[in-house]
C-alpha cells in the first residue's frame, strides 16, 4: 500500500514559480524507488491530465510536450519524495495536481496507477 500526500500548492502570480511535492507517507514504506510516479492536473469539469512522470530509477522522465520548458520533475529517493516545478505560471495552469504511483514503470494513463493522493490546489493570478 502506497500513501501519497501532494504539498507545495496556493496563489501564485503568472509568471512565478512553484515546487509541488508528493511524499509518501506510510512509514512501512522502506522505498518509493520500485515506483513509477506521474502528476496529473485536473481543471474543474475536466477529467484528469497528464502532466509529468519520472521512473522508478529517475532517470527517464516524461513531460507533456506542451508543457516541457516550463515543467520538471525529479524525484528524492531518500526522502520518498517526487517533486514537480513549475516556471513561468500561466493562468492556464490554475487546476488541481494530483501524483500517482505504480509499481514498475510509469504510464501516462490515469487508470494505470494504483495509488493516488488527494491533490493540491494550484491557483494563478494574473
Known amino acids: 500500500q502506497v500513501q501519497l500526500e501532494e504539498s507545495g500548492g496556493g496563489l501564485a502570480q503568472a509568471g512565478g514559480s512553484l515546487r509541488l511535492s508528493c511524499a509518501a507517507t506510510n512509514r512501512a514504506l522502506a522505498t518509493l524507488s520500485n515506483f513509477g510516479v506521474g502528476w496529473f492536473r485536473q481543471h474543474p469539469g475536466k477529467g484528469r491530465e497528464f502532466v509529468a512522470a519520472?521512473?522508478?530509477?529517475?532517470?527517464?522522465?516524461y513531460i507533456t510536450d506542451s508543457m516541457a520548458n516550463r515543467f520538471a520533475i525529479s524525484r528524492d529517493t531518500a526522502k520518498k519524495t517526487v517533486y514537480l516545478e513549475i516556471s513561468n505560471l500561466r493562468s492556464e495552469d490554475t487546476a488541481r495536481y494530483y501524483c500517482?504511483?505504480?509499481?514498475?514503470?510509469?504510464?501516462?494513463?490515469?487508470?494505470?496507477?494504483?495509488?493516488w493522493g488527494r491533490g493540491t490546489q494550484v491557483t494563478v493570478s494574473s
Open positions: 500517482a504511483a505504480r509499481k514498475s514503470e510509469v504510464s501516462l494513463n490515469v487508470p494505470a496507477y494504483a495509488y
Open positions: 519520472i521512473s522508478p530509477s529517475g532517470l527517464n522522465t
